[in-house]
């Protein structure tokens, strides 16, 4: 693991990732759930729609990084929110 440089940002972003995983999995154990139909085009579970949500927040992060001169910080802030709108109502 040497080659890696594993910055104090990389390792909380694995962190946080890993803790939101396992959050899902213990929610999803605790309380089952239920495909249903929001304002995506399908059939989704709360994994889905999670998993969705991280793919979404990547490419967020990547449009405010390569196009614009905006704070990533206001990505961030995009795609928690996205996230959330998507957890609720996708």
């Known amino acids: 693991m040497a080659w890696m440089v594993w910055t104090t940002p990389t390792m909380v972003f694995f962190v946080v990732i890993a803790a939101m995983l396992a959050a899902m999995t213990t929610w999803e154990i605790i309380s089952p759930t239920v495909e249903r139909k929001g304002f995506l085009p399908i059939s989704t ?3 889905d729609r999670f998993f969705i949500g991280l793919l979404s927040a990547a490419y967020i992060h990547l449009v405010v ?3 614009t001169p905006l704070s990533i ?5 995009g795609s928690v929110l996205w ?3 998507l ?4």
Do not use: D, S
């Open 45 to 47: 579970t709360r994994g």
């Open 73 to 77: 910080w206001l990505a961030l802030g």
């Open 65 to 67: 990084v390569g196009f």
């Open 87 to 90: 957890m609720r109502w996708g």
């Open 83 to 85: 996230l959330l709108v």
